[in-house]
């Protein structure tokens, strides 16, 4: 069974940081690429970073310079580290695995909040 166990979310001042994290069990780790995605209220799920199985990155454009997205094997997680914070960065951020051989074998994880306020 596939689990992904998200942390790290809560509320942060304007130019705040915070960490997320997932650890992902039941799945081979090196052979899925991993995301982080976010939804905020009234808008659609949009990716905002994904580190692939070789550490390949791509991020959304809002986030580029700001965000960093990372992987340790060793402990079957990714991360999304968050720095400059703002408040249109609030949103449900989920965590996301996708297999780089069966491109519809993908989960999610069950989200956590990020809110940017003063």
């Known amino acids: 069974q596939v689990q992904l166990l998200e942390s790290g979310g809560g509320l942060v001042r304007p130019g705040g940081s915070l960490r997320l994290s997932c650890a992902a069990s039941?799945?081979?780790?090196?052979?899925?690429?991993m995301g982080w995605y976010r939804q905020a209220p009234g808008k659609q799920r949009e990716l905002v970073a994904r580190i692939a199985s070789d550490g390949s990155t791509n991020y959304e454009d809002s986030v580029k310079g700001r965000f960093t997205v990372s992987r340790d094997s060793a402990k079957n997680t990714v991360y999304l580290q968050m720095n400059s914070l703002k408040p249109e960065d609030t949103a449900v951020y989920f965590c996301h695995v996708q297999s780089k051989i069966i491109a519809s074998l993908q989960y999610w994880g069950q989200g956590t909040q990020v809110t940017v306020s003063s």
């Open positions: 039941g799945i081979i780790f090196s052979s899925y690429a």
